[in-house]
């Protein structure tokens, strides 16, 4: 019996014609909001997209989208007829045009933030706008179709001399035009720009372009016959170069002479072009040549080559009069230079877009986005770069399958606030870190949030375009709930270290109160009610009365002293409660168990001896005893601002005290508690790095304490060594740790 094996073809794709024609059939003499025939707006936009050289359903998505709202189950009717490839591109596109119209009015009303004036407000919500739009849409060809659809806009209204609202031509230079500068779509950015500068400044754009007193084909014309005439002198030369150029356009002509505060006579680059060859040798040589084929003004050499820019920038940029006296530039480079310009860290449009402070050599930029706009930019140079031949189609697929599958995989998530400000957040946040993002005390009181107007735990993750809206109560706080990994709550570092701030301050309150009723108790006790605290407090040397109460409160301060202060009595050395205990460890006893084993008291012998807890000395500190009421003899450190103090009241009491010789040689078992002071950046890891230094060194922990304070944290280990050299090589080795500021001991 034969078995027919029957295999099924994919669905061929439309043609660009029949989907115009599709267009036709079902927009009717529909107009969109402009005025424009929606036909011809479909026609318009996938023309530009043809030029671009993108792939066959891009082309189609930019011819059908506008007809969506226009269509019954527009998903259905298009994924049947043009394959469900197309029907996802033109359900992004609409998203992104949802999407970009709402949140630009918020950027234009943006509010500032503290400290912050309301023009720069703005620059920051500009940003996190073109970052948003990038990310929110799942393939780059949405971004594409965005652009496309904005240049055939404009240049409706151009043809029809209609001046469109204030908003086309703002939204169009701060989010458009800079979005295909980055992506390196030469062709849409320089018009995108001209068309809305037009509108929004025609008697600047006007003025301009009378000075310029030239038609742009005449000055194309000219700067390509200058590159002719230089390439058969670098020809001669036998020099590979690849000479191109082109005139500037209005639009950065005006960016120029503001950003620079120069005047337009000034300006010596109106045309200009610029020089790729093999290596450096060939950049002087052929800067030999422009010399010698035009004059050159001198002070406008420019040597980035020898002297690169702080951001690693290198040309030689040269002007030069040329055949009919008018001023151009010439930028000679290596092609190594150049994708460094291009792609590198001294992108060209991180100045350009930065304005006048650009141009000072002000702007900030972020690496690992760069990394990944250049990589966008990589993927679209490629799919230009691919000859047509015989096999042009499947040569051209792979870059366009990348660029399929390339979204701009940012760090953060882009949410809108109900008034739709943009809000940057990492990936995994949840409305409690968006709350905490706008407003420490916002996300104190929050209790919940609608996402796209629906109410949802306060542990879901936020994703790309929502909207987010937070319900608070008018009173309240935290729940420690949050600080729980596992359930989910928090997720920016920012956010935790709120809710942790939060928690400390309740707790700090929570001591002064008990240690408040515990000294007010003991002042009913003693008879002494209308003592004045404030000067009770600085007699016992705390700064304020809180500080007191604090270290009364968390059990580190003594009630007896604030009787003997009670008195006008010098009050005595604090008596240590119980001398430190440590378990026997392999590696030895600790001092602190019998410390005659380790320290040698002049003149007296076995007398009971313990480590003061203040200053915790080990071999070889300069030490001195004091001698307790009861407890023996505390050793301290010489330099212990408590032994001092104490020295100074009670001198009879001090004894002469040393480190026994098996100690100082380093024969001794024993090994001494010291504290160390970590000061680090908060991070996820932190103490467990810091640990692992302990635990290499193996010095045993026996004490920890720390504080998180503005993202900064603030650690104090005490750890048991054998001798100062091993405090000093830890401290070495904390300070190598990430995040860590500085690692001393506690003096």
Request: proline share 5%; aromatic share 8%; charged share 25%.
């Amino acid at each position: 019996m034969n078995t027919e094996i029957v295999t099924s073809t994919p669905h061929p794709i439309p043609s660009f014609e029949e989907a115009m024609a599709f267009v036709r059939e079902h927009a009717g003499e529909v107009r969109l909001s402009s005025g424009e025939s929606l036909a011809d707006h479909a026609a318009g936009t996938a023309l530009i997209m043809r030029k671009l050289n993108v792939d066959p359903p891009a082309v189609l998505a930019a011819a059908l989208f506008a007809l969506t709202p226009h269509l019954q189950d527009p998903e259905r009717v298009i994924a049947d007829k043009f394959g469900e490839e197309v029907a996802q591109l033109v359900g992004d596109v609409r998203k992104l045009l949802r999407l970009g119209t709402v949140s630009l009015r918020a950027a234009q009303n943006a509010i500032p933030e503290v400290g912050r004036d309301a023009q720069a407000a703005r620059r920051v919500q500009v940003e996190a706008l073109r970052k948003m739009l990038l990310a929110f849409a799942q393939d780059i060809r949405v971004v594409l179709i965005r652009l496309a659809s904005r240049l055939q806009s404009l240049r409706y209204y151009a043809a029809a001399k209609i001046t469109p609202s204030p908003d086309v031509a703002r939204e169009t230079l701060d989010i458009y035009a800079p979005l295909a500068n980055r992506l390196g779509i030469w062709q849409l950015k320089w018009e995108l720009e001209d068309l809305a500068f037009r509108f929004e400044e025609p008697d600047t754009y006007k003025r301009i372009a009378k000075l310029l007193d030239e038609k742009r084909v005449e000055r194309e014309s000219y700067v390509a016959q200058a590159i002719e005439r230089l390439q058969e002198e670098l020809a001669a030369a036998q020099i590979r170069a690849e000479v191109s150029g082109r005139p500037k356009h209005i639009y950065s002509i005006w960016r120029k002479m503001r950003g620079k505060e120069l005047d337009f006579a000034e300006l010596y680059d109106v045309r200009a072009f610029r020089v790729i060859v093999p290596d450096i040798k060939d950049c002087y040589t052929v800067l030999g040549i422009v010399h010698n084929l035009w004059q050159p003004v001198p002070k406008e050499f420019d040597d980035y080559i020898s002297r690169p820019k702080p951001n690693g920038y290198k040309s030689l940029h040269t002007v030069v009069i040329g055949d009919d006296g008018r001023a151009f530039e010439v930028q000679i480079r290596t092609q190594e230079m150049h994708q460094f310009a291009e792609y590198g860290v001294a992108a060209h449009w991180r100045y350009k877009e930065a304005g006048t402070r650009g141009y000072g050599g002000q702007f900030t930029a972020n690496e690992k986005y760069d990394e990944k706009i250049a990589w966008l930019r990589q993927l679209l140079a490629w799919k230009d770069e691919v000859t047509e031949g015989e096999h042009g189609e499947q040569r051209a697929a792979q870059p366009w399958e990348q660029l399929r599958q390339a979204t701009l995989d940012d760090d953060h998530i882009y949410v809108l606030t109900p008034q739709a400000r943009v809000i940057p957040l990492p990936h995994g946040a949840t409305p409690v870190d968006f709350a905490y993002h706008l407003h420490s005390e916002l996300g104190h009181r929050c209790r919940g949030a609608r996402v796209d107007g629906a109410m949802v735990p306060l542990n879901t993750q936020l994703q790309n375009g929502q909207t987010v809206e937070i319900v608070a109560v008018k009173e309240g706080g935290p729940s420690r709930d949050w600080l729980n990994p596992q359930l989910g709550y928090l997720h920016s570092s920012r956010a935790r270290q709120k809710v942790r701030a939060w928690f400390n301050a309740v707790e700090v309150q929570e001591h002064i109160a008990s240690g408040r009723a515990m000294v007010e108790k003991t002042l009913q006790r003693e008879g002494k009610t209308s003592v004045n605290l404030d000067q009770l407090a600085a007699r016992l040397g705390f700064k304020t009365t809180d500080d007191l109460f604090s270290v009364v409160g968390k059990e580190e301060f003594s009630l007896r002293l604030v009787e003997q202060a009670l008195h006008d009595a010098p009050p005595p050395e604090p008596a240590v409660e119980a001398p430190e205990q440590f378990e026997k460890r392999s590696s030895g006893a600790s001092v602190a168990r019998g410390a005659s084993t380790g320290v040698l008291v002049v003149g007296v012998d076995a007398l009971l001896t313990q480590l003061a807890r203040c200053c915790r000395p080990a071999p070889p500190d300069g030490i001195c005893g004091f001698v307790t009421r009861g407890k023996g003899m505390s050793i301290h450190r010489s330099d212990c601002p408590t032994f001092r103090r104490m020295a100074e009241r009670a001198p009879e009491r001090v004894l002469e005290t040393a480190w026994s010789a098996d100690v100082m040689s380093g024969r001794g078992q024993s090994v001494y508690p010291v504290d160390l002071s970590i000061e680090a950046t908060d991070r996820q890891g932190l103490l467990r790095d810091i640990s692992e230094v302990f635990a290499r060194e193996k010095m045993n922990v026996i004490g920890v304490k720390t504080q998180t304070r503005r993202n900064a944290a603030f650690m104090q280990f005490t750890v048991e060594v054998s001798s100062a050299s091993q405090i000093q090589r830890a401290c070495t080795l904390l300070g190598e740790v990430t995040g860590v500021v500085r690692a001393l001991r506690k003096n």
